[in-house]
T-cell receptor
Framework: AQKITQTQPGMFVQEKEAVTLDCTYD???????LFWYKQPSSGEMIFLIY??????QNATEGRYSLNFQKARKSANLVISASQLGDSAMYFC???????????FGSGTRLSIRP | DTGVSQDPRHKITKRGQNVTFRCDPI?????LYWYRQTLGQGPEFLTY????????KSRLLSDRFSAERPKGSFSTLEIQRTEQGDSAMYLC??????????????FGPGTRLTVL
């Protein structure tokens, strides 16, 4: 069975610094999809970035990038130049090629200090 | 607004009552998902539709839960004989089938259920 693990329950970062949120996955599917979502206090789930385990290059979307290391089965999210508005819960999620559902990790609460 | 919408946004009910939630996906999306999220946890998958067909159900979906998507557009999630343990945020998401299984899922704002 697939599993997503986020080991950082909470993180505090100074504004304008870069931050890395950790995520590891466990699956036997060689074609696995990894997603990151942001959930502000308002509750909505906002898609940030996607990476397929078969992709050769790390995905980037604006200030978000994915540090994907297939051998370690890790898909860490890097946020550059953090902003106060980045304060939120961040969820890593994954999906197998044989199914359309995605499995979420337990999340990391990121707090940006001014 | 062309995003995923859910109704109601909040529902307070007494234990033993039935409740029904509605989800309207993005119009061109043929896949629809229901998730449940309890405080401090990530969303847990409940069930998934492709068009009107319910293709997968989680074992979390007990006999008291039923979901429908009769015309392949909006979906309803009904909980019968609610229990206090059903208190959670119920999230709906939709995605397009085009491009393979890894399409981004767009989430609605959720329905927060409180069972007294």
């Amino acid at each position: 069975a697939q599993k997503i693990t986020q080991t950082q329950p909470g993180m505090f970062v100074q504004e304008k610094e870069a931050v890395t949120l950790d995520c590891t996955y466990d699956t036997s599917d060689p074609s696995y999809g990894l997603f990151w979502y942001k959930q502000p206090s308002s509750g909505e789930m906002i898609f940030l970035i996607y990476q397929g385990s078969y992709d050769q290059q790390n995905a980037t979307e604006g200030r978000y990038s994915l540090n994907f290391q297939k051998a370690r089965k890790s898909a860490n999210l890097v946020i550059s130049a953090s902003q106060l508005g980045d304060s939120a819960m961040y969820f890593c999620a994954g999906g197998e090629s044989s199914a359309s559902k995605i499995i979420f990790g337990s999340g990391t609460r990121l707090s940006i200090r001014p | 607004d062309t995003g995923v919408s859910q109704d109601p946004r909040h529902k307070i009910t007494k234990r033993g009552q039935n409740v029904t939630f509605r989800c309207d996906p993005i119009s061109e999306h043929n896949r629809l998902y229901w998730y449940r999220q309890t405080l401090g946890q990530g969303p847990e998958f409940l069930t998934y539709f492709q068009n009107e067909a319910q293709l997968e159900k989680s074992r979390l979906l007990s006999d008291r839960f039923s979901a429908e998507r009769p015309k392949g557009s909006f979906s309803t999630l009904e909980i019968q004989r609610t229990e206090q343990g059903d208190s959670a945020m119920y999230l709906c998401a939709s995605s397009s089938q085009a491009g393979g299984p890894y399409n981004e899922q767009f989430f609605g704002p959720g329905t927060r259920l409180t069972v007294l």
